[in-house]
């Protein structure tokens, strides 16, 4: 069988990882795919929004299986296209990923069918929404509606900084046309956690919990990045696994009543404060880094229950895990989330153990040398017999790797 993955980050690498062991794959193409995916794909200078030649490409080489993994392609509606001459696809329609498209979307859905997530209100233009600041209570949470690369949500400490948010999104148009609407939320207090499920045919199966580290400094402190570490698995009480279920039951209800037809993966972020969670945010796509520590304790075929899920024959006892823990650290380029230099090389990829398992998230490769080319580098991702062991010989291989300004949170699984 031949696979197509789409995307060129840590989580495309984990994927086409993952699925590399897959009995039934015999060949695995990426687009773009990243220095790191070469080892075993075939990478392809194909733009993932290119959906087009995409589709011709897939049309012409037969491909059995094509997994969609950044969200942009998603919002634009490649599922549709493949959709429309039959290929197989894996990934929400372009009307599913709507909850990733837009914020306010997903605030009207979860308030609609009674589903727990912070008081909100959204606006069109400045004034408004600055004249509404006085209804909240600070800290609060300025969103931009739409696709930010994780960097749409400022956290605003009191009146001064909400202004400033407001100013830089409708007036300095940062995120240009993805701020055309900004949500305004109450600020949320409690433990973050992120759950990736797999949705067929409106059905959740929620894979196991992975706890992510947004902010880039240690402590949880700095403006928020795109994730710069996680370790999976995270234990819950009974409370908390009943709410979390009760929570599944309504995003499923809703779903079905709203005659969307989703099937791919759904993310649920949610906030938890003493085992009663709320929902942060939807994605429509596996999440990163997240996807960098759930695959390697994946204890069944990746490509078979990619299929399953898409075919609607999904079912809870087809998931499978391995005991292990897994926890990555991510190396990034300094300046990020700011500013940053790519094309600093990097040296001692090649001294990692074996037990380790480096994803590349932003890389190229030439004359056989790797260099950076984004501002989440690396993965180091370790399975180990408990957190401290994972985190261990994810550090220790962290230290093996050098290239110029290179960063990591030192924190990473110590909560």
Known sequence: MKVLVIGNGGREHALA???????????????????????????????????????????ENKIDLTVVGPEDPLCMGIVDAFNEKNLKVFG?????????????????????????????????????????????????????DGLCLGKGVIICQNEEEAIDALEKIFKDK???????????????????????????????????????????YDGDKGPNTGGVGTYSPVKASHDLEVNLEKIYKKIEDGLNKEKLNYSGILFVGFMIEEDKPKVLEFNVRFGDPETEVLMPRLDVDLFELLNKTIEGKLEKEDIKWKDETCLTVIMCSGGYPGSYEKGKEIEGLDQVDEDTIVFHNGTKRSDGKFYTNGGRVLSITSLGKNLEDAREKAYKNVEKIKFDKAYFRKDIGTK
């Open 17 to 59: 990882w993952k699925l590399n062991e897959s009995k039934s794959v015999d060949k695995i193409y990426m687009a773009r795919g990243n220095g790191g995916t070469e080892d075993f794909c075939e990478n392809l200078d194909i733009d993932p929004k290119n959906i087009d030649k995409l589709l011709l490409f897939a049309e």
């Open 92 to 144: 929400p329609n372009k009307a599913c990923a709507r909850f990733e498209k837009s914020k306010e979307f997903t605030k009207k859905f979860l308030e609609k069918y009674s589903i727990p997530t912070a008081k909100y209100q959204s606006f069109e233009n400045y004034e408004d929404a600055k004249n509404c600041l006085k209804d909240f209570s600070y800290p609060l949470v300025v969103k931009a």
């Open 174 to 216: 940062i995120f240009g046309g993805e701020g055309n609407t900004v949500v305004i939320e109450e600020f949320l207090t409690g433990e973050e956690a992120s759950v990736l499920c797999l949705v067929s045919n409106n059905r959740l199966f929620p894979l196991e919990r992975a706890k992510d580290h947004k902010q880039i």
